[in-house]
């Protein structure tokens, strides 16, 4: 389907020739993503302004063009005859304010990019999202995702402060103090607040946002060190973070072989519960192991040659990490005392040296810088590419208790895909990450197939299909923020057993895009 | 419209008829507080018991027009949110009074809105847990109402974003339709779900928890809320810091909060100054007051260390930080009380504890205090405590008279900077004094950057006639939720 | 070798954006921290590996497409190989740059390619160099004072860009070799033009004929060991080279490489002081795609398992040491790094200059503000389509740089 040509005109007429294009090689570029394709859209517009973006969306108001906005990542147009924003030409870092510990932000800005000048500021950008993108898509969808240091800093969805946002209508809005002249620094008010409705492209576009930092006590410029895999010729960077106010800690717990999977997985949420709630440690989790050791591994086959051995699945299963920021190296003594405590009381233990040291190479790999690359900013791949990507099934963020759990029934889930071998036996791919000081938890767990494989990739999607039954069967909260991915049927069984919030988005749609033009099928489907 | 004989009978066939009350002296209670905004009787005051109560009085007000407007804390108020400005029916949750959880385990509590903090605290100190409470609130307060309404709370490395420590709520909207927010809202009934419903976010892309936030019941009647509580630490040590000059205060507020152990030394942290603190610290009324204002400093930071896993160890490189901090700052942190030793043990139970005395200590001067308070920048808060003084003065308030409070909040990201005005409520030329500076040092510091993210009374105007296109969407949001307008009409949505 | 074989790496593109920015803590800053030209200059996905991989899928598995733009998108790549790098980087393995070489091999061979192109394959056919100058002056550079052997065990191949554009960088190494006693042949009549550019704009049969004639000559020369100059064709006689005419049966050595060998042997003394701050731009091929092709035939198995194993090109081992110790030997001389080097650096865009000179134009300007952010008074280089392209970049700004090869300033500082 292509855009009618007097509305491209209009549209050309706003952000120039360049910025527009209908060609078929353009658009074929937005079509695929990870986890399957989307639709062509019929036109990519890349505007540079909060002014271009509204004089856009009034465009295709009038004319009735459905619209979606995308920088990084999850292109996916829903349905045919889109015109897709992409936001990447907004991409100026507006202010970092050291006062007051803010940065405001254009979508296009990368993650890695406001982190980095951020430390050169002496602050921090709390990276949310592991998503392994090199750029920060979620401004324009409004700042969600998970980040690995949310026991201190909590997630993406408590970082974002006053924005500016493009209505669906077309109309600019500014939300929270930026409202009403005050500045950037506060999200919510006045009186209700507004920027509880900023979420995915459904309704409007956040075009400039002013994210939350906090003080940085590493060094201003990251030092850099080259290894190469002297086997593969690979190479990995590890940074040295200065000794006396950073340590990464790598913890054994008792393992599935040991106590079996539900004990070993009890001890280790307890270990969590008790870190988290010690008020210790910027980053607690258990790790991801598989995602993680794939990526440090060169290559497939030296990741195989460790993998049928089943050191992974012995070694790497029940995996603690603890990255430490402290401000003297007392408080690193004391954070440090502390976890080494709860770790001895349910039974773990370091993990060996090699994971740390030569933890790039094979077999043992585990760290892959991951202090600085996976933890301070938030990009490790975490694509699992080489062996063609992966599936994710969740249960909803809530306490610690609730995410172990979870996690309880993954084997039951797991078995008989792992049995045809369309799945990787990745022992334990899931993550845990206490927020807030262990008040919530995150957890995610990958499904490691090959996705171009047909039969695999199959296996992949009935996975997570019926993890999500399990989640229903067995009242675990709904990852909430994958409707666009399972579609408006599973919306429309589950919404009734959650309040009929499935209506009220679509009452709080309506009212907000009438013409129903801001990417309707993202949202939640409404009923034409 | 319907009959108020006929109103009130079904009312009472609803709760009751001992849970509507329509005795004038009561009903003239409820229609003034101690705000500007002019006194209005409701027509009767409905206590409901339970969420199935409010849902049919949403009905029936839905059904014939009735303005309704919820109150769940005893008095006093200050705010006006709580005045039926267009009659009507007042909803007096206070009797909705279960504490309906203290789990310790996921350190939460789960209150109906008419539990309060004296009622609430006491408990939750047996179970080894502490809220994140605002400062000094009456002990008739309700707790939902305060966390609902945002109120700044003094630890701010808990608080990570505006609404924290706002977890979970069940709300019956203005339409009549309940909802519960997070992960309280399914899957299925709350005895059914495999959760712990401590995550606020959503169902689905809407955060409700903050849509309903800072409303003024204007949306929806929250029937219970979940909040966070933390841990009671084992250590607990308090310091003061004097101070003459206020930029000086926030620098230090600042670092306090943005080094330590986990990027912060102080839990609880505030600064008062000498007004508001003889207030609240004096034990014989009126002459330890007179004797504490002249030697109280002008200003004084008051935070807290706390120690837990390994308390005193923690407690130990939590005050090698702050010794850093005073060398760097030139301060002297003490655990006596400037001008007020002996006072120290006092100082710490008032910031654990609601205020349980009578009067209220705002009220404890003059009878009658109104308040003014916004948020703003740490950058900004020097420069907007002046302005309430030139006001002051213009119209002949005395300036040693204003309380001031400065609340450091959200991980020492904003304030709350607070100027209590008190009066003398019989006084019509101290009243009318009073509401000249109110009204003008309001608009003055909204001009010069103050964030009123609470507008209550007179508030509303000034702050959404800036508003721009956030009317518009509030309009809309206000329609959805409340499409006869019968929650609290005249407040908030005054455009 | 046709796009089929590349179809799964296609598929396990996840859009994770690594070919488009400087990854990790690698970046410095948010001004530099862009890493593909094409993706920075032009702004839609289209435009980068990400992109063309796409657009190599769709022509895969949809057949031809109907396009205005699909030449200008997948010809516009200065094939500087950073995706290839930061795509085996992250470890998703995929042979991305060949990809990019395959689609447009497709495309010319089935007619499409652009007319700038065509004028390439026209000038070699007649005159064996990209420029269409006359072959018998392609030697003209020579000075009278250094005569090469008639054998010797090293043959420097001089190259087209330096023998007709660039002929002091051949004159100064020809200098350091006299310096040294190192004997040296040429192949003169015998040199053609190496192939890079044909290679790279997908006119593999017109550059395979080139290959196969210099690998020949070279052979017939009895050398062991082939010296080059020109990052440009050391990275095309390492990588490309081997997939047309199987082991070369010679070692493939750039200068700077003899020349730190020289200076540790004590054959040469950098003693003449050179006071000037520089910096060093790592050429794309003498770097991240200076390293020796490996040959694989074989099957790639569920969960992306090669069999028999498969070893890659990383990008690891292209030659970034050298010349940068060379610069720290010269008196005076004050080397200060970019933000972007070694296998992370950004493209100049002069290896691709013949192919799109504004592109190259612009992505050379790009580097130079690079350049002014270090403060440095003069960019060093080993290439000559690196010299030529940042003396065009610098005269339109009329910036106050200057520019040298790496031989011209040892050959300034020889004792």
């Known amino acids: 389907m292509v855009l009618p040509k007097a509305v491209y005109k209009m549209i050309e007429d706003v952000v120039g020739e360049e910025w527009i294009s209908d060609d078929p090689a353009i658009l074929v570029a937005y079509k695929r993503w990870m986890e399957g394709a989307g639709e062509l859209p019929a036109a990519v517009v890349m505007p540079e302004s909060t002014e271009e973006v509204a004089s856009i969306v009034k465009i295709c108001n009038r004319h009735k063009i459905r619209y979606t906005c995308f920088v990084t990542m999850e292109t996916r147009c829903p349905e045919p005859g889109m015109l897709l924003f992409d936001l990447k030409r907004m991409n100026k870092i507006i202010e970092i304010n050291e006062k007051d510990m803010y940065a405001v932000v254009e979508p296009g800005v990368t993650r890695t990019a406001l982190a980095i000048e951020c430390f050169r500021r002496g602050l921090q950008y709390p990276v949310a999202s592991v998503v392994g993108s090199a750029l920060v898509g979620a401004i324009a969808k409004g700042i969600e995702g998970h980040g690995y240091m949310a026991n201190r800093f909590s997630d993406g969805r408590r970082h974002g402060l006053a924005a500016e946002w493009v209505l669906p209508t077309g109309d600019i809005m500014r939300v929270g103090s930026l409202g009403t002249g005050a500045g950037w620094f506060c999200p919510t008010g006045p009186g209700p607040g507004l920027d509880g409705l900023i979420s995915r492209a459904g309704v409007g576009i956040v075009t400039k946002i002013a994210i939350k930092l906090y003080p940085w006590w590493g060094p201003r410029e990251l030092t850099v060190e080259t290894l190469i895999n002297p086997k593969t010729g690979a190479i990995a960077y590890r940074t040295k973070l200065p000794e006396d106010k950073f340590k990464l800690l790598l913890f054994q717990m008792p393992s599935v072989e040991e106590l079996g999977w539900e004990e070993s997985l009890k001890k280790l949420g307890e270990a969590l519960y008790e870190i988290s709630k010690a008020e210790v440690g910027t980053a607690v989790f258990k790790l991801f192991n598989f995602p993680i050791i794939i990526e440090g591994c060169s290559t497939m086959e030296e990741f195989w040659e460790k993998y049928v051995t089943g050191f992974f699945q012995k070694e790497t299963s029940r995996i603690i990490t603890v990255f430490i920021e402290a401000c003297n190296r007392e408080d690193l003594e004391y954070q440090e005392g502390v976890v080494r405590e709860i770790i001895a009381e349910h039974g773990g233990k370091e993990a060996p040296r090699e994971f740390y040291d030569e933890g790039w190479l094979i077999g043992k790999c585990l760290q892959l810088d991951l202090a600085t690359t996976s933890i301070l900013l938030g990009i490790s791949s975490c694509r699992v590419q080489k062996a063609s990507g992966f599936g994710t099934s969740a249960c909803g963020v809530d306490s610690i208790d609730t995410v172990v759990k979870w996690g309880m029934g993954i084997p039951e889930v797991r078995r008989e895909f792992v049995e045809k071998g369309l799945i990787l036996d990745a022992f334990d791919s899931y993550w845990i990450v206490p927020t807030e000081y262990g008040h919530m938890a995150v957890t995610e767990n990958l499904i490691i197939g090959d996705l171009t494989v047909p039969e695999s990739r199959a296996a992949v999607l009935a996975y997570m299909d019926k993890m999500n039954e399990r989640n229903l069967r067995e009242r675990f909260p709904d990852i909430m923020f994958r409707f666009h991915f399972y579609g408006d049927e599973h919306v429309k069984r589950i919404g009734p057993l959650y309040s009929n919030f499935h209506i009220w988005q679509m009452k709080v749609k309506k009212a907000l895009d009438p013409n129903l033009v801001a990417n309707p099928k993202m949202y939640i489907i409404p009923e034409e | ?495 | 070798m046709s796009l089929e074989r590349y179809k799964r790496d296609m598929e396990c593109c996840t859009r994770c954006g690594f070919c488009k920015v400087i990854f990790g803590p690698m970046q410095k800053s948010w001004r530099f921290n862009a890493a593909c030209p094409i993706h920075k200059r032009y702004g839609f996905d289209a435009y980068s590996a990400q992109g063309i991989l796409d657009i190599a899928y769709a022509v895969l598995t949809e057949g031809r497409m109907e396009s205005k733009k699909l030449t200008e998108i997948v010809f516009s790549c200065t094939t500087c190989g950073y995706c290839d790098y930061a795509c085996k980087w992250v470890h998703a393995n995929a042979e991305v740059l060949d990809i990019i070489l395959e689609l447009r091999a497709q495309l010319v061979n089935s007619g499409i390619v652009p007319s700038l192109h065509k004028r390439l394959v026209e000038n070699v056919a007649k005159n064996n160099n990209i420029y269409g100058k006359p072959h018998n002056r392609r030697f003209d550079w020579m000075q009278e004072e250094i005569t090469p052997s008639k054998k010797a065990s090293i043959v420097y191949f001089v190259g087209c860009t330096t023998s007709y554009l660039k002929p002091e960088i051949a004159q100064a190494t020809l200098k350091i070799l006299k310096a040294a006693g190192v004997d040296f042949t040429l192949l003169g009549p015998e040199e053609y033009c190496c192939g890079a550019i044909l290679w790279r704009t997908g006119q593999t049969d017109a550059a395979k004929r080139l290959m196969e004639h210099n690998v020949e000559a070279i052979r017939k020369s009895g050398a062991n060991i082939l010296l080059l100059s020109c990052a440009h064709c050391y990275g095309t006689f390492k990588r490309e080279y081997p997939k047309v005419s199987g082991p070369l049966g010679f070692e493939v050595l750039h200068i700077s490489e003899l020349i730190k060998n020289l200076i540790e042997e004590g054959r040469i003394k950098l003693t003449k002081g050179i006071n000037m701050k520089v910096t060093y731009h790592d050429p794309c091929l003498l770097g991240r795609l200076g390293e020796k092709y490996i040959p694989w035939d074989g099957k790639v198995k569920m969960f992306g398992l090669h069999e028999p194993p498969k070893s890659w090109l990383f990008g690891s081992k292209g030659v970034y040491a050298p010349p940068r110790e060379i610069l720290k030997t010269i008196p005076g001389l004050e080397l200060v790094e970019m933000e972007r080097i070694r296998e992370y650096a950004w493209c100049c865009g002069g290896g691709f200059m013949e192919a799109s000179p504004d592109l190259a134009l612009w992505t050379a300007k790009e580097r130079l503000e690079e350049v002014k952010s270090v403060a440095a008074e003069a960019v060093v280089s080993c290439c000559p389509h690196c010299a030529i392209n940042f003396e065009k970049a610098i005269a339109d700004r009329r910036e106050n740089i200057g520019y040298y090869d790496l031989v011209e300033l040892v050959a300034m500082s020889l004792g």
Request: aromatic share 10%.
């Open chain 2, 1 to 495: 419209m319907l009959e108020p004989e006929i109103l009130i009978k079904k009312l009472a066939e609803v709760v009751g008829p001992e849970d509507v009350v329509t005795d004038p002296e009561i009903l003239e209670e409820f229609s003034k507080d101690h705000s500007f905004v002019k006194p209005t009787k409701p027509l009767c005051v409905v206590f409901p018991q339970n969420k199935e109560e409010v849902k049919q009085i949403i009905r029936l007000a839905n059904e014939y027009k009735v303005p309704l407007t919820p109150i769940s804390s005893g008095p006093p108020h200050f705010r006006g949110d709580t005045i039926p400005r267009e009659g009507g029916i007042i909803i007096n949750l206070s009797k909705m009074k279960r504490i309906l959880r203290i789990d310790t385990r996921n350190r939460t509590v789960m209150v109906e809105p008419g539990v309060t903090f004296g009622e609430l605290v006491p408990h939750l100190e047996k179970s080894g847990l502490r809220l994140n409470m605002p400062f000094l609130p009456r002990a008739s307060k309700s707790v939902v109402t305060s966390y609902l309404e945002r109120e700044p709370p003094i630890i701010p490395k808990y608080q990570f974003d505006y609404v924290d420590p706002l977890l979970t709520m069940e709300v019956v909207f203005g339409t009549g339709d309940e909802f519960r927010t997070g992960t309280a809202s399914g899957p299925g009934s709350i005895d059914e779900m495999q959760c712990d419903m401590v995550n606020p976010f959503g169902p689905g892309d809407i955060k409700y928890f903050k849509l309903l936030s800072g409303a003024q019941g204007t949306l929806g009647i929250v029937t219970w809320a979940m909040v966070k509580a933390e841990v009671m630490p084992t250590i607990r040590k308090i310091y003061f810091v004097p101070f003459e000059d206020i930029e000086k205060i926030i620098e230090s507020m600042n670092r306090l909060l943005r080094y330590g152990v986990m990027g912060s030394v102080a839990d609880e942290i505030l600064t008062l100054n000498n007004f508001n603190l003889a207030v609240i610290l004096a034990e014989k009324w009126p002459e330890e007051f007179t004797t504490l204002r002249k030697s109280l400093p002008p200003w004084m930071l008051i935070f807290c260390i706390g120690g837990y896993r390994r308390a005193e160890e923690r407690v130990k490189v939590q005050e090698k930080c702050l010794m850093e901090i005073a060398q760097e700052l030139a301060l002297e942190p003490t655990q006596s009380m400037p001008g007020a030793p002996g006072k120290e043990k006092m100082m710490l139970e008032l910031l654990s504890k609601p205020w349980s005395k009578e009067p209220y200590w705002k009220l404890r001067y003059k009878g009658s205090c109104c308040e003014i308070f916004f948020l703003a920048p740490p950058s900004k808060v020097a420069c907007l405590i002046s302005p309430i003084y030139e006001v002051a003065v213009k119209y002949g308030y005395p300036t040693s008279d204003i309380g001031c409070y400065i609340q450091s909040i959200v991980q020492g990201h904003a304030y709350h900077v607070e100027f209590d005005l008190p009066y003398n409520p019989s006084d019509p030329k101290e009243v009318e004094i009073t509401r000249k500076v109110f009204m003008d040092a309001s608009e003055l510091l909204i001009n010069k950057g103050g964030f009123f993210s609470r507008p209550y009374g007179p508030w509303a105007q000034m702050v959404y006639s800036r508003y721009g296109e956030g009317i518009t969407v509030l309009k809309k949001v206000k329609d959805i939720f409340d499409p006869h307008h019968i929650l609290n009409p005249g407040a908030l949505f005054v455009f």
